[in-house]
């Protein structure tokens, strides 16, 4: 559903990304981490096409992002880590302006069940400076999941968000995940990486230092040794790139 | 040195260092040297050699000595509306006390005093004032080093009265509002004070309406006015207002010298008043208030967080619309009723002019005229004032670009909003231009010109725009945010230089389509056809306007995020 083929950004002299690859199945959640500034902002901004590739090729549900990025973006939902919602639109408006952007039909029904979902009831008019910021990206994971997309993108899903919040959230991204939907996590929160994500890609330095389950990597002799977390691969892996 | 002075200092020292190494990017050098050289030409190309010579040359100076008496007049009636208008339209952003964010987070619960943080909130506006009366006093080029340095203090001290004076009037109506009768209480001297004054000037007017209307020129007019404004209670009341403006327009050191004490007791009034709106007092009145609104109404009804929509989005349909709805709401959210209100006395002032107007053909160019000024400034200035387009939305790239629209689509939307609301206002215009035409002798087929090439000649220069901010985004104003400086002066200046260029090379084919159909029809007819011509130039404007946001279109889509800055200053 989702695929990364040789990717590489380049911001003037820094190369953000380079020659990153891998792909997201139907039903996989897959976990991308990587210390700060490894790269992975910049590469779920390139999937979800808010910048242009250097090079390499992306593709969602088929569809190139760049060469055919309108029936690629009706597949995806990108959740950003800092909601960027519109200041002078109510949380109803903005779910029904999404419906209208990707043409849902049973408006009514889905957004009632969102609102539900997420805990939004009662909210429906507010504008986004009367909401705290965890229901601002509560809003703002509304919108992203309004048209039942089939390509999910999470960068740091969990920020801002109360306990039981938290426990929504993971409990969406799995459920998702359940029916069918491709999910890309990136988080720095390992704990959940490793409780909700079926594999994890580890990225560093703009480039892909492994890729597999937690049991896969944890039995690669060089990177921890049998039964490690998630956590031990990491900095193992992460400490011996740098 | 205490901690508020030590961040002012250093926050003017690192902003002067970002403001200089900005200059080593092109367009802010660029953008210096044209804001340089155009204050240069302004303030000193023409300047009269010999500075020395009281009254000597040109400047508005000059003007002081010929018109001191009416400048005086007329000034203080100018301050007396805008402390007026400050009690009716009150600014939302409080001129003194708009504390950044990082002011709210260190300093809030810093053990600091609101007084304090007032003051130094009122103290740091300052620089504003300093920068505004030196390039006030540099505009109108003083004849002498004395008048000079006589006008900027005198302008500052009027910019200071002004600034604390609304600052004065935020800090009260916030007290009436949120604390009801306890704000009053708090509050009472100044609303007593202004509300006396008004009835004042409107009873003087009132009392001597027959002596205004009976003058038959202008100049006695005048006079007339000016007695009732010097003399009796009205004197009175525009004493305060005609003692600031008398500083900058003392025509001797001396004079102003005398003037300067009145003065400062009015600004150290006003700055008193602001500094005393502290906290401590208000917040104990707002407990009170509570309590009395808890005892008398029970708990307060929940404010309406939004309004209704312009119209109900439907489910399907083109997406432009979406986004036309979209900016549209926000256009919605920030005109309410209650502004649209505050206009009422200015058209209640007009109506009354207009009636006292004994000539109905008088009424009737009065229409003519204002239709026409605003059709004009809607048709050449519209698209440069009306930004509810790309220009508010580009700060949202990161979002539209993740939606399945096209780049022409989204660039269409993004227009529609602010070209819908210009040409509404064209064509309201052009409506009553219609009425008045006859009378006028104004031929129809004009205005139908008009009203149909409008839209095209709008819709092409809401395209220049938005191809400005998608292929220089940082060139233009981007968001809510607001670079400061000549550099960012001399930028707008270029970009506004660049957008006549292509406005003249976009309507050039219209114009030269509907020539040649005009000449046409004149070489078979023999009749200057005026309808047919503009409905073709129109159809050229249209055209052009869909060919090139497609190519607008193409360059959004290829656009970087990472261009947009929004956050400059």
């Not at chain 2, 708090?186 to 006396?196: A, F, M, T």
């Not at chain 2, 207009?354 to 698209?383: E, H, K």
Request: aromatic share 8%; net charge positive; charged share 15%.
């Amino acid at each position: 559903m989702i695929s990364v083929q040789s990717l590489s950004k380049v911001y003037g002299t820094l190369k953000a990304v380079d020659n990153f690859s891998f792909t997201v199945n139907p039903g996989e959640i897959v976990g991308l981490i990587g210390p700060n500034g490894a790269g992975k902002t910049s590469t779920l901004r390139c999937i979800v096409g808010i910048q242009g590739p250097t090079t390499g090729s992306i593709a969602i549900g088929g569809h190139d992002i760049v060469k055919d990025p309108v029936p690629a973006k009706r597949h995806l939902a990108f959740m950003a880590d800092e909601p960027q919602l519109f200041d002078y639109l109510t949380v109803m408006e903005h779910l029904r302006l999404t419906a209208r952007i990707y043409q849902v039909r049973d408006f009514d029904a889905r957004a009632k069940a969102l609102v539900d979902e997420l805990q939004l009831t009662g909210k429906e008019h507010s504008l986004p400076a009367e909401l705290s910021r965890g229901m601002k990206q509560k809003v703002a994971i509304a919108c992203g999941l309004l048209h039942d997309p089939r390509a999910l993108l999470f960068d740091e899903p969990l920020t801002g968000l109360d306990p039981l919040g938290i426990r929504h959230m993971k409990g969406t991204i799995v459920a998702r995940g359940q029916a069918g939907g491709a999910v890309l996590v990136s988080s720095h929160l390992l704990h959940l990486v490793e409780e909700i994500c079926t594999r994890v890609v580890i990225i560093n330095h703009g480039t892909k230092v492994a890729d597999g389950t937690v049991a896969e990597l944890s039995a690669q002799a060089e990177m921890a040794g049998a039964g490690s977390s998630l956590e031990e691969i990491f900095l193992k892996v992460t400490a011996r790139e740098s | 040195m205490g901690p508020l002075a030590y961040l002012t200092l250093c926050s003017m020292r690192n902003r002067l260092r970002v403001r200089l190494k900005r200059l080593r990017e092109p367009r802010y050098l660029i953008g210096l040297i044209v804001g340089v050289s155009y204050f240069y030409f302004l303030f000193w190309r023409q300047r009269p050699p010999s500075m020395g010579a009281e009254g000597a040359g040109g400047g508005a100076f000059a003007m002081f000595g010929r018109g001191r008496v009416s400048l005086e007049l007329a000034g203080a009636a100018a301050l007396f509306i805008v402390a007026a208008l400050a009690w009716i339209w009150p600014s939302r952003s409080r001129p003194a006390l708009t504390f950044s964010r990082a002011d709210v987070q260190f300093l809030f619960p810093a053990p600091f005093t609101r007084r304090q943080l007032i003051r130094y909130r009122v103290l740091r506006s300052q620089l504003g004032v300093v920068i505004g009366s030196a390039f006030m006093t540099l505009f109108l080029r003083p004849t002498s080093a004395a008048n000079g340095l006589i006008f900027f203090v005198g302008i500052s001290l009027i910019m200071t009265a002004i600034n604390l004076h609304l600052t004065g009037v935020s800090l009260s109506r916030e007290s009436l509002g949120t604390h009801g009768m306890a704000g009053l209480a708090r509050q009472w001297l100044p609303i007593v004070v202004v509300g006396g004054a008004f009835v004042v000037l409107v009873g003087t007017a009132v009392v001597y309406w027959p002596d205004l209307t009976a003058a038959s020129t202008g100049g006695e007019l005048f006079d007339e006015i000016g007695r009732l404004a010097s003399t009796g209670a009205a004197g009175v009341v525009l004493w305060p207002f005609r003692a600031l403006v008398r500083l900058p327009l003392a025509d001797a050191p001396a004079t102003f010298v005398r003037a300067l004490p009145a003065a400062l007791g009015i600004v150290l009034l006003n700055y008193i008043w602001v500094v005393r709106s502290d906290a401590a007092f208000e917040e104990a009145s707002a407990e009170l208030a509570e309590k009395v609104a808890r005892i008398k109404k029970g708990p307060p009804a929940p404010r309406p967080a939004s309004k209704a929509t312009p119209f109900t989005l439907a489910l399907e349909g083109r997406p432009e619309t979406a986004i036309l709805w979209k900016n549209l709401i926000l256009v919605g959210r920030y005109v309410s009723l209650k502004t649209l209100l505050r206009l009422l006395p200015g058209v209640a002032i007009f109506g009354v002019m207009v009636m006292q107007n004994p000539s109905r053909g008088g009424f009737t160019q009065l229409v003519a005229v204002v239709s026409g000024v605003m059709f004009t400034i809607t048709v050449l200035m519209g698209a440069q004032l009306a930004r509810n387009d790309l220009r508010h939305d580009l700060v949202n790239l990161a979002v539209l670009r993740t939606w399945p629209v096209r780049g022409a689509a989204l660039v269409r939307g993004e227009m529609l909003a602010p070209a819908a609301i210009l040409i509404s206002i064209c064509w309201c215009s052009a409506l009553a231009a219609m009425f008045t035409a006859p009378r006028l002798k104004l031929p129809l087929s004009y205005v139908a010109a008009a009203v149909l090439l409008a839209p095209g000649v709008i819709l092409v220069q809401l395209l220049i725009q938005n191809l400005i901010a998608v292929l220089w985004p940082s060139w233009v104003l981007i968001g809510a945010h607001q670079a400061r400086g000549i550099d960012v002066m001399g930028q707008r200046m270029i970009m506004m230089l660049g957008m006549l260029v292509v406005l003249v090379v976009a309507v050039l084919p219209a114009a030269i389509a509907g020539v040649a159909v005009g000449f046409a029809l004149y070489w078979s007819t023999q009749t200057i056809h005026i309808l047919l011509p503009s409905i073709v130039a129109a159809i050229v404007l249209l055209a052009e306007t869909w060919i090139g946001s497609e190519a607008v279109g193409k360059f959004l889509e290829r656009t970087d995020v990472g261009q947009i800055d929004a956050t400059e200053s």
